[in-house]
Every structure is written in C-alpha cells, then in structure tokens.
C-alpha cells in the first residue's frame, strides 16, 4: 500500500480525501491510478499533501506523500519538437 493509497483509507475514502482537498472524487482516483499526487505538488502550484498531513494529524506525512516523485519531463514539462 502507498503512502497516498494509506491516507486515503484513513482519511475515510475517495469522496472524505476529496473534501479535505477540495477537488472532485475524479481528481483522488486520477492520482491513484497514477501512483502518486499531481506534479503541481513538487512545483510549488498546490498543498495537497500538506492538507492531508492536517487532517490526518500526522498519521501519513507529507514526505512521505512526496516520496513517489513524478518523473523530471513531467515537473518541467513536456520538450516539442520545432
């Protein structure tokens, strides 16, 4: 079990994770899918893990929601070709 997949069963499931969030239940499942939070929590654009850190008191911490790092193209973004 992953850290993310931990918090989101003590946090209650997809819809409590959601709430504490604030996105969709959609959103929670996408990231599962994917194995980790969205790259916009290594660049600085959301606080998601820090929001589940808080609400779980510290039972699943944000470093280790951040463990699983997407990889270096999704952080920058993809390179086109000219």
Not at 10 to 15: E, I, Q, T
Not at 37 to 53: A, F, K, V
Not at 54 to 59: D, P, Q, T
Request: proline share 4%.
């Amino acid at each position: 079990m992953t850290p993310l997949e931990k918090a989101i069963r003590f946090l209650g499931g997809y819809s409590a994770t959601a709430r504490v969030c604030g996105v969709a239940c959609q959103v929670v499942s996408n990231w599962v899918r994917r194995g980790r939070l969205p790259r916009t929590e290594w660049t600085g654009e959301t606080d998601y893990s820090t929001r589940i850190e808080k609400a779980l008191a510290g039972a699943v911490t944000r470093e280790e929601l951040l463990s699983i790092r997407p990889s270096s193209r999704a952080i920058v973004g993809e390179v086109k070709e000219i």
